[in-house]
């Protein structure tokens, strides 16, 4: 009973396009840099340090950028 109210819910919000989980770090400014960097030869570790991300967000970008 319980989860199917729970699924009812996540349902509507999707449909109302709520966020779910945790919210990003990264801001349009740090994307930029982010991809600024990528394109000088400067590695994840050392981007995600500086902007204070993760390196999955990094590296996210970086499959972003490499498919474009």
Aim: hydrophobic share 40%; aromatic share 2%.
């Amino acid at each position: 009973p319980r989860s199917k109210e729970r699924l009812a819910r996540l349902r509507d919000g999707k449909i109302k396009q709520l966020a779910f989980g945790r919210p990003s770090g990264m801001t349009t400014a740090k994307g930029d840099k982010a991809r600024a960097l990528l394109s000088q030869g400067v590695g994840v570790l050392k981007i995600a340090k500086q902007l204070g991300v993760g390196t999955g967000t990094i590296q996210k970008i970086k499959g972003q950028v490499m498919a474009a």
